[in-house]
Nanobody, 127 residues
Framework: VQLQAYGGGLVQAGGSLRLSCAAS????????MGWFRQARGKEREFVSV????????IYADSVLGRFTISRDNAKNTMYLQMNSLKPEDTAVYYC?????????????????????WGQGTLVTVSS
């Protein structure tokens, strides 16, 4: 599985960006895929996750109502639409994936549960 994240950049507070994560190498119907971020000097934190097959989503409280995760099955691409950006959203954003075909598998907010990671894309929000 290969994941490639892109779309980061510099934006003013209150602005918007859309991140993309292109996935290849597998059929992702049994996967869930997520976004994490890591600010300088801080630990990596969960942002959002989506189950590929159903589109079920979970968000971190800090982004709920501002960010929207989605996926395009035909393009094997996951998105993170980020609106009303704040300086505290500044971080390197990573996409990640996990095969969830096993019995009892549930979506996770823990980075330790994810098997595949893309390279990060930097989002900088200026005040």
């Amino acid at each position: 599985v290969q994941l490639q994240a892109y779309g980061g950049g510099l934006v003013q507070a209150g602005g918007s960006l859309r991140l993309s994560c292109a996935a290849s190498g597998r059929t992702f119907s049994n996967y869930y895929m997520g976004w994490f971020r890591q600010a300088r000097g801080k630990e990596r934190e969960f942002v959002s996750v989506i189950r590929w097959s159903s589109g079920t989503t979970i968000y971190a409280d800090s982004v709920l109502g501002r960010f929207t995760i989605s996926r395009d099955n035909a393009k094997n691409t996951m998105y993170l639409q980020m609106n009303s950006l704040k300086p505290e959203d500044t971080a390197v954003y990573y996409c990640a994936a996990r095969d969830c075909s096993g019995y009892g598998c549930v979506m996770s907010k823990s980075s330790m549960r994810y098997d595949y990671w893309g390279q990060g894309t930097l989002v900088t929000v200026s005040s």
